[in-house]
């Protein structure tokens, strides 16, 4: 049996670590796919529980020398369901709080060994032994490293003990060789002496290195919460009590224990714990947290009702059909989250990278230190030293590693926010490549519920509604729905009769009635004047069902019923086209209807009477000719052509397995949101590159430099303390950078 499971792993501190962590996971047997994500924290997991367990993937963390965090496992499967968030999420924020006491605690004893490092310039040390000042700055310097910069120190030990290594090792090389070169300075000021070399310590280059670090670890984890707080909303939205009616009384339990088949009560101004069905009352309904929709929806006995949406108006009573894990809410977040800890195409080349960096840049180091030892001015030995140190530290591939899947975190949070769930970042990538979208006709541009859009008079429709009033057909609806609108009152019917095909007839007021197609009307020997039969022309040419009423022996008038545009439709598809992206309609409808909704939306080229595996077929066509195809349905039929398009997009009105075949769902079932989604994709990408090109850069402009190439001509060296700080820039920008696509607007038009 297959299952996915989101597994928070503890220890991670750049992609190189989620490269070990993904590759333990790959050599673990039944495995099928694994995405470990550096900045969400967390590896997604899609395995076989019938060749591997829990237990054995939680093992393949640990021989990789990290931990996952166990009470926040949070599972797809019908067996591994554990309520989550909160460990993690106080983990996470003692994690911070650490951070933060190490960065202000190094801080302080940097700021001394600074002052100490430049007695000359202070009143008063400039009279302190040199001799004496360098064991005071290492005796400052050591609990800086040792306390403050630990977490550097065991990465290291810990990536040795698996012959790699990672960013922690680049920091713990260059700041253990500052620190061990002045020990032996200090310890040893002879042997410099004796070589010609005026003794010289860098405790201050050790300790502000460290700090520096810290402080960007500080700040980028931050950072990143801020870049996951879709998840954090999402989650707080859910009710924490329930109001169940047992044994005819009220009780208040907590929303965990609410059980399948429970009736709950819900009062004005209440949110709604879990899913359900209303059994007694209505109200208005606040659904725009999870469908992203503002105006509230009126329910009554029989609707639906949300969980974590809010009663406005009116008490009821409900029964709770999906609770716990199954509840809409839960999926969604469950959704995000997936979508947050995924890969797209794009950071496989950043992946790659970081996967080979950091050996390369030890190679580098060392270079720069033989170089700089063989052919360096005098101290030749100290330049070596601090252009390598400089090196070590200006190359840390923490950008590099933040850079997609920042954007990808905060991207998908924000279409979740606007009602659009994005099923993996490959889906989001590949929507701002789309050149052409296909759209399903019915419950995608229309409605997809018929309503009555003329009639010839209220007489007509009120014979009309006497016959139809009991029926279930969604004409019938239709017909019934306009008539009670209109304050109708159903006349009585005796000898109801249908036709299969034709339509139906019965006595009303003592007289015979014949409501049905144009056939059926003909067969009773009625004719219609040439003015009448324009009229009818008239309403089919429009792509409507008309129906004709027959009254005592003579012809009345018709109906006209049609499956009515949605009001976002039109917009919709003006804002593709502005866009440069071409709409086409598949619908199994008959040629009228489809040629009068494409001239109505301006959608020029469509199909009409195509069948389920012709929809499928009629993407294959348009992929053969190079176009790059999404997909908008809402039916099992188009479930087919949504797994076979480019990316699906499927309507959260329509059907489970629509939404399972598409890599994308808009909640409401609103395609306006179609043109937001490829908004967000293009914002979204255009961040990604541009963070990308900023780490690229960043990297390969720093390491030459603080290699010390410029020095030969313009006597520029880099310091390892401006190198670390650089770093720490670095990796705050990219994060800071994704961070702007929160406040991106999707609904304008893109610049």
Not at 149 to 166: D, E, I
Not at 273 to 291: A, R
Not at 645 to 670: C, F, Q, R
Not at 708 to 732: D, E, K, W
């Amino acid at each position: 049996m297959d299952n996915k499971i989101i597994l928070p792993i503890a220890g991670m501190h750049c992609a190189s670590c989620a490269m070990v962590i993904e590759r333990s996971f790959k050599k673990v047997a039944g495995v099928k796919s694994v995405n470990v994500n550096y900045a969400s924290e967390k590896a997604t997991v899609d395995y076989d529980e019938g060749v591997t367990s829990l237990d054995a993937l939680k093992k393949a963390v640990k021989d990789s020398g990290y931990e996952v965090i166990e009470e926040q496992a949070h599972s797809k499967g019908k067996e591994h369901e554990v309520e989550e968030h909160d460990h993690a999420a106080r983990l996470k924020m003692a994690e911070i709080k650490k951070l933060r006491q190490k960065f202000i605690f190094g801080a302080v004893i940097s700021v001394l060994v600074l002052i100490g490092s430049m007695q000359k310039f202070v009143p008063g040390l400039s009279e302190v032994p040199r001799q004496l000042m360098f064991y005071i700055l290492l005796i400052l310097t050591i609990p800086v490293l040792t306390w403050s910069g630990s977490q550097f120190f065991t990465g290291t030990w810990r990536g040795l003990k698996h012959f790699r290594a990672n960013m922690d090792t680049l920091i713990a090389l260059g700041t253990s060789a500052a620190f061990i070169y002045s020990s032996a300075a200090t310890f040893f000021p002879g042997f410099f002496e004796s070589a010609g070399r005026e003794v010289d310590v860098y405790f201050d280059t050790a300790a502000v290195i460290i700090t520096l670090i810290l402080l960007g670890k500080f700040l980028e984890a931050r950072a990143k919460g801020r870049a996951s707080e879709a998840i954090k909303k999402l989650a707080g939205l859910q009710a924490k009590t329930a109001r169940v009616i047992r044994d005819n009384n009220e009780v208040d339990i907590p929303v965990a224990e609410v059980k399948k088949g429970d009736i709950i009560f819900v009062k004005p101004g209440e949110k709604i714990p879990v899913d359900g069905v209303i059994t007694k009352g209505h109200s208005s309904i606040d659904e725009s947290m999870i469908t992203g929709e503002s105006i509230p929806a009126d329910k009554q006995v029989g609707d639906e009702v949300i969980g974590a949406t809010i009663n406005k108006a009116g008490a009821f009573q409900f029964k709770a059909t999906r609770v716990g894990q199954q509840t809409a809410l839960a999926q969604i977040i469950n959704l995000v989250e997936q979508a947050q800890g995924s890969k797209a195409p794009i950071q496989r080349l950043a992946d790659l990278i970081s996967s080979i960096f950091v050996p390369i840049v030890i190679g580098i180091a060392l270079v720069t230190f033989s170089i700089w030892l063989v052919w360096g001015p005098d101290p030749a030995f100290t330049f070596a030293l601090i252009n390598t140190v400089a090196v070590l530290i200006v190359a840390c591939p923490c950008a590099l590693g933040l850079a997609t899947p920042t954007a990808i975190m905060v991207g998908t949070g924000k279409g979740a926010e606007h009602g659009i769930l994005i099923k993996d970042a490959e889906s989001l990538e590949n929507l701002q490549k789309v050149d052409m979208v296909v759209f399903d006709k019915t419950g995608t541009l229309t409605k997809g519920k018929p309503v009555v859009v003329s009639y010839s008079s209220e007489q007509v429709l009120k014979y009309a509604y006497a016959l139809e009033k009991n029926s279930e057909h969604p004409l019938a609806i239709a017909i019934v729905k306009k008539a009670e609108g209109m304050g109708m009152q159903a006349e009585s019917v005796d000898n109801f009769q249908a036709v299969i095909g034709r339509g139906i007839t019965g006595t009303v007021q003592g007289k015979k009635v014949f409501f049905g197609n144009h056939i059926f009307i003909k067969e009773q020997g009625l004719k219609l004047d040439e003015y009448e039969k324009e009229k009818i022309v008239a309403e089919e040419g429009e792509g409507r069902t008309v129906m004709e009423l027959a009254y005592d022996g003579k012809y009345l008038g018709y109906i006209s019923v049609a499956d009515e545009i949605k009001e976002e439709s039109k917009d919709a598809i003006n804002s593709l086209k502005k866009m440069g992206i071409k709409p086409v309609m598949l619908t199994g409808d008959n040629e009228k209807t489809a040629q009068a909704i494409a001239a109505s939306l301006g959608i020029d080229e469509w199909q009409a009477r195509v069948r389920p595996d012709e929809k499928t077929n009629k993407v294959k066509e348009l992929q053969s000719e190079g176009k790059f195809i999404a997909m908008v349905g809402d039916g099992i039929n188009d479930a087919p052509a949504l797994a076979q398009s480019n990316i699906g997009i499927a309507m959260g009105s329509g059907t489970d397995i629509a939404m399972e075949s598409a890599g994308i769902t808009l909640l409401k079932g609103d395609i306006a949101k179609v043109v937001e989604a490829i908004r967000l994709s293009k914002k979204t990408m255009r961040t990604i590159r541009g963070n990308l090109f900023w780490a690229f850069a960043y990297n390969t402009l720093g390491i030459p430099i603080a290699a010390g190439v410029l020095y030969p001509f313009f006597g520029i060296l880099l310091s390892p303390i401006i190198a670390s700080a650089a770093m720490a820039f670095s990796s705050i920008f990219v994060v800071t950078n994704s961070l702007r696509l929160k406040k991106a607007t999707i609904s304008s038009p893109i610049n």
